[in-house]
């Protein structure tokens, strides 16, 4: 209720009137309504008709103990007669005489419930006719029903409606008190009272700005100022009150507004992504398939580069408004449950923690930066000459430079990246790098190795290897923050950073992904233009079968291995030869090959891919005879060397530090 603040205020005013309206009366009667009055009299009692008039006239100049006498005297006479009864009560109230002048006006109230008598017992109650009265609360409730019939039979009576308005209001007669304003501002505009009670109406209905200007005018009309200052200052308050966060509207939109663009950023950069996914993919339909340079496709991959670092970008311009979220989300559960008056202390605590350890995650990630390692070891030139000797033959037919180092891996990727810093990567001056992983090499033919080769050379000769660091780097910062965040346990579904980072992860993964495959394509294109469909597809079947082998046989030698409490076998010399577990390996590549593309891959499928080599025109180009591992000095060695590498890194995983402080 918002006018709360502002009942206590109104007593005043309703006497101020009410005196006002007495005094008009003391100085004026209404011969209109007087004249019947005695002509009553008359017919009861003529001979009392002079004390009646003799006490009436010396009651309005105020001389009420003469006119008890005189009033006293008529009811001797006329002992019914509800006006002397009503006037002397009033008087006896007036004097002191409180319990004897209620019992007079009662009395008259039970021969007649006219309006006067009505009036007048309320008068009585109310104590109105005291400058110094201010009836409690309670009072004005008790005299309510006697108000409203009063009202109700003389709708227009002006103090009447000052009373029902007044008391309505004590009483939370809400619609009675909005009914009685309305007919006070219709019949009455000119008394102050009208306009000040306007002003609590319009205050209960929320227009407290409209409310405040009614008081104003009620002040003009002669309310004294320090009773509008008292009802503007109840108005501001209930105001406060009512939107307690008014004074912060300006802070608050401004962060509403923050938050929008925001998210309509990363909308923007999720319907980026969708679209260049979808162009990239409908631009290498429609291309022509022998385009070996990219030329077609040079303003696709500008835009893609710039959409990747512009994500990267937004991801960092991001946190501050996540924190932001976070703080303002904490500070405003915090507050909303002392509004309510419950406090979940453990449920705030919770959050409290949660937001703070995001917070610390974000900060921790921004300001430390990992130091990354090449992967696995360099190969010199002496273990593997003929090896480099290849390597440098592909990269000078497909017209690009070859690598400068070369780093075994125990696993059996195959992939390229350059080593320096940005503008060294942008003037084609940093170091170039292929990573070989060992678990691929065995039985790979050399002619389609070649193939292969020649696809990782096209990512340098495209350029692909040049750019990304802003991409590696938003990925990494996304997972090094998660960790953080998933280790402390604070990766609930109420907390708002875990969820973002869920968010951006699917978003940035859709954008980078889509420009990962169209590099992938255009680097297919180079290895087969160069060297043939056949060698291509052969060297990724290869590939493909050698990785899910090696999962099979290194699975189940690391369970062998454990069981009987021995160092692992060399795992590269390791063959599976279970009938079901050659029959698994050749549904899971079929698998493999034959899946559909989906957005979350970085590269085509394999079958996507076969079907762009079939459309190419390869040039002819003697096969070459033989293995890779054929091209190693000593294959054994090296297939060891991994292996026990490989065996050090499970153990010390499985058994933690311990495991290397007993010396293994």
């Not at 209001?169 to 501002?185: E, G, I, P, T, Y």
């Not at 350890?357 to 190969?379: A, Q």
């Amino acid at each position: 209720m918002r006018f709360f603040h502002i009942r206590f205020l109104v007593s005043f005013l309703v006497l101020f009137s009410f005196a006002s309206l007495v005094l008009a009366q003391q100085q004026e009667r209404d011969p209109a309504k007087e004249n019947p009055i005695v002509e009553q009299l008359t017919k009861i009692a003529p001979k009392a008709v002079d004390d009646f008039t003799s006490a009436t006239k010396v009651m309005d100049s105020g001389d009420l103990e003469t006119a008890i006498i005189g009033y006293r005297k008529v009811l001797e006479k006329a002992p019914d007669f509800e006006p002397a009864l009503r006037r002397l009560g009033s008087i006896l109230v007036s004097t002191g005489k409180r319990e004897e002048g209620l019992k007079l006006c009662e009395r008259a109230v039970s021969l007649n419930r006219s309006p006067e008598n009505l009036w007048s017992l309320v008068t009585a109650k109310l104590d109105l006719n005291n400058p110094n009265a201010n009836p409690p609360r309670e009072t004005w409730i008790a005299v309510y029903d006697l108000i409203k019939e009063a009202s109700d039979k003389d709708p227009n009576e002006e103090v009447g409606l000052l009373l029902l308005a007044e008391s309505s209001l004590k009483a939370d007669k809400l619609d009675v008190f909005r009914q009685a304003v309305s007919r006070l501002m219709s019949s009455y505009p000119d008394n102050p009272s009208s306009h000040f009670f306007n002003a609590i109406k319009l205050a209960d209905e929320g227009r407290f700005d409209a409310g405040i200007a009614e008081v104003k005018v009620a002040e003009s009309l002669g309310t004294p100022e320090v009773e509008t200052a008292r009802l503007i200052a109840a108005i501001t308050a209930a105001r406060q009150e009512a939107y307690p966060l008014e004074p912060y509207y300006l802070y608050i939109y401004a962060f509403l507004g923050l938050v929008s663009i925001w998210a309509i950023g990363l909308l923007l950069l999720f319907l980026l992504g969708r679209t260049y996914s979808t162009r990239a993919l409908k631009t290498l339909e429609e291309s022509d398939p022998n385009d070996v340079t990219g030329g077609g496709h040079v303003s696709l991959k500008a835009a893609y580069r710039k959409l990747v670092s512009f994500g990267g970008i937004y991801y960092y311009v991001s946190l501050p408004v996540v924190i932001l979220l976070i703080v303002v989300g904490t500070a405003g559960f915090i507050y909303g449950s002392f509004v309510v008056g419950r406090i979940p202390i453990y449920l705030i605590l919770g959050l409290i923690f949660v937001g703070a350890w995001s917070i610390y995650s974000f900060v921790k990630v921004m300001l430390t930066r990992p130091k990354i390692e090449d992967p696995g070891r360099v190969l010199n030139e002496a273990e593997a000459p003929k090896l480099w000797e290849l390597i440098r033959q592909v990269g000078a037919e497909v017209n690009t430079r070859e690598v400068d180092e070369i780093r075994l891996t125990p696993g059996s990727e195959l992939a390229v990246y350059e080593r320096g810093s940005y503008r060294e990567k942008m003037s084609d001056k940093a170091d170039r790098v292929l990573i070989l992983g060992v678990a691929s090499m065995n039985g790979f033919s050399t002619n389609a190795f070649r193939a292969v080769l020649a696809h990782e050379y096209g990512h340098f000769s495209n350029r692909d290897t040049a750019g990304g660091d802003i991409a590696h780097r938003v990925n990494l910062d996304l997972l090094r923050t998660a960790e953080s965040i998933t280790e402390s346990g604070a990766n609930t579904f109420h907390n708002l950073a875990f969820q973002f980072l869920r968010l951006y992860h699917f978003i940035f993964r859709r954008i980078t992904h889509g420009a990962s495959r169209l590099q992938e394509v255009l680097a297919d294109r180079v290895a087969i233009s160069r060297y043939g469909a056949p060698a291509f597809k052969e060297g990724l079947t290869h590939v493909i079968r050698q990785e899910i082998v090696f999962n099979v046989v290194a699975s189940q030698e690391l369970d062998s291995s454990f069981k009987e409490n021995r160092a692992l076998k060399n795992l590269y010399e390791l063959k599976p030869t279970g009938e079901n577990d050659l029959i698994d390996i050749e549904r899971a590549v079929e698998e493999a090959i034959n899946r559909p593309t989906t957005e979350d891959d970085t590269h085509p499928s394999p079958a996507d891919r076969f079907l762009q080599a079939d459309r190419i025109s390869g040039q002819s180009v003697p096969d070459l005879s033989g293995f890779v591992w054929d091209l190693f000095t000593d294959r054994t060695a090296i297939t060891a060397e991994l292996s026990k590498e490989l065996d050090h890194n499970v153990r010390v995983a499985r058994y933690g530090n311990d495991y290397d402080m007993l010396g293994h």
